[in-house]
């Protein structure tokens, strides 16, 4: 299993040098935003800690677990969404309390264990193992159920159904936010895992 899970995160780490980016640093809104980026290399964020050990108990790598935490929330672990959201990785959840979703750990190992579901889930469809990464996050944004149905749209159009870029490009009207949510967050991904 811990070679299986080395042997992922080499191709991981291979592929996300290999990704075309506009620029190595992350999208931001504001120049605070940018100035957050710029800060030690030794720590990230308050929630460093907590974030290695769950992306280590699953498996994953925390570059990524940070970079949807950045995109979610900017680490804010109080951030509450209209559509009742909560926490650092924008939990939306009956099955959890909101108190126990404000707990950083719980609200980390709740989304990060379903990010990498929906990684496990689109890697039957997708054309290699960066590609289930962008469909899983587009469904961490856009909602899995919704995802699949453009999946199945592209395979009855005729396109290459394997490959996120084209199902977005044939199936979402352009500029829509599922598509900058991903990019958006491989570019953090490849800024964190360079800088950090």
Known sequence: MKTRTLAYTAAFTLLLLLIPHKSR??????????????????SLC???????????SLGMDWHLIAAVVYHESRFHNEAQSARGAVGLMQILSSRYSQEYLLEPANNLRV??????RLETMYSSVAANP??????????YNFGEGKVWRLIKQAQDAGEDASRWDVVAATQLPKGHHTVAYV??????????????
């Open 130 to 139: 960066t590609e289930a990464l962008k469909f899983a996050l587009a469904a």
């Open 111 to 116: 989304g990060s264990r379903y990010l990498k």
């Open 46 to 56: 308050a929630y460093d800690k907590v974030i290695k050990a769950t992306a280590d």
């Open 183 to 196: 990019e958006k967050v491989l570019d953090t991904y490849s800024y964190y895992y360079s800088k950090y």
């Open 25 to 42: 640093v992350p999208s931001a809104e504001t120049p605070e935003e940018i100035m957050a980026h710029e800060r030690s290399t030794e």
